[in-house]
T-cell receptor, first 113, second 110 residues
């Protein structure tokens, strides 16, 4: 899991602002994932990408967008349409598209000013 | 889609006792079941996993059992220690992604 990095560790968003969370992996993994973690609700899937230049919506994609232009990078943008963005955001990767064994990054905590 | 339920939500055990966490899943096509441990403010880390063609798997003090017919699986931690205190998540793999349970907060009392 040391091969997955997320930045920043903390991020503050103002009303009406889009913010982008970074996720990078040097594990040569094909698939990458974004999860949102709220207290008492476990991990909920936002978006995932099984291969470069392709991605799919997860269970809570509204108000978020992603891109996968490079194998090692999967940035997440939290748009102004996401009305309740305060949460802990976790990025993960897995070696292939089956989505089984996933390794997580250290997370980004997003707070609203 | 897959729905994973996890019980209990909190669990307090005396050091040295055993802890058991149970999960059920809804989709019989799910075939891979990992367990993650998350310490406060840290990333989830995989501690053990099991595939649908196996009924039980052990790794030192932790074990996982799977009942495919009943669609439930359990995590067993024996001889609990203070460092076992954390949130534990079960998950089920289906349709190229994982669905997670809501988590169990385990507290080991000294």
């Amino acid at each position: 899991d040391g091969g997955i990095t997320q930045s920043p560790k903390y991020l503050f968003r103002k009303e009406g602002q889009n913010v982008t969370l970074s996720c990078e992996q040097n594990l040569n993994h094909d698939a990458m994932y974004w999860y949102r973690q709220d207290p008492g609700q476990g991990l909920r899937l936002i978006y995932y990408s099984q291969i470069v230049n392709d991605f799919q919506k997860g269970d809570i994609a509204e108000g978020y967008s992603v891109s996968r232009e490079k194998k090692e990078s999967f940035p997440l943008t939290v748009t102004s349409a996401q009305k309740n963005p305060t949460a802990f955001y976790l990025c993960a990767s897995s070696i292939d598209s089956r989505g089984e064994t996933q390794y997580f990054g250290p997370g980004t905590r997003l707070l609203v000013l | 889609g897959e729905n994973v339920e996890q019980h209990p939500s909190t669990l307090s055990v005396q050091e040295g006792d055993s802890a058991v966490i149970k999960c059920t899943y809804s989709d019989s096509a799910s075939n891979y079941f990992p367990w993650y441990k998350q310490e406060l403010g840290k990333r989830p880390q995989l501690i053990i996993d099991i595939r649908s063609n196996v009924g039980e798997k052990k790794d030192q003090r932790i074990a996982v059992t799977l009942n495919k017919t009943a669609k439930h699986f359990s995590l067993h931690i024996t001889e609990t220690q203070p460092e076992d205190s954390a949130v534990y998540f079960c998950a089920a793999s289906n349709d190229y992604k994982l669905s997670f349970g809501a988590g169990t907060t385990v507290t080991v009392r000294a």
